[in-house]
């Protein structure tokens, strides 16, 4: 085991685990993924259940997973991304499953139909982000919504 995981094994796990705040556990697990610690997977793909203040949980666990490069995270981030709350609270959290699908797999024709199916997503900011990401990843798919957009 590195030293860094050894470190995250003694300090990170607790924060993840017991900190009161969001933001202090969402740190932890991205850290997690960035050290690719031990069960990092596991504990993420867990962690995507956790509600919590604008989502910075599920955010940050995707944001790990990210860091990761662990392709079993592409099911969950698939099914983070539709628009589906109430609370409306959550656009950083889809961004983030946005994001894991862009960086995992960029060429997959299944991120591109789902970078296609977030351009007509009702939240403007994720249409935004879709579309940026169909022009970085060249979706063909998306030329004619692009335009409709852009007119």
Request: overall charge positive; glycine content about 6%; proline content about 5%.
């Amino acid at each position: 085991m590195s030293s860094n995981a050894t470190r995250w094994s003694r300090c990170g796990s607790k924060a993840l685990a017991t900190d009161p705040s969001p933001y202090v556990r969402g740190a932890a697990a991205v850290a997690l993924g960035k050290l690719h610690a031990p069960d990092a997977f596991e504990t993420l793909r867990d962690l995507l259940k956790v509600r919590s203040h604008r989502e910075v949980i599920q955010k940050s666990a995707l944001e790990g997973l990210t860091a990761l490069g662990d392709l079993r995270a592409l099911p969950y981030a698939r099914a983070m991304l539709p628009y589906n709350s109430c609370r409306g609270d959550h656009h950083s959290m889809r961004k983030a499953a946005l994001d894991l699908l862009v960086a995992l797999t960029p060429d997959d024709p299944e991120c591109h139909a789902s970078v296609v199916e977030a351009l007509d997503d009702g939240f403007h900011r994720m249409r935004g982000w879709a579309a940026e990401a169909a022009g970085r990843l060249k979706v063909r798919g998306a030329e004619a919504r692009l335009r409709r957009m852009a007119d």
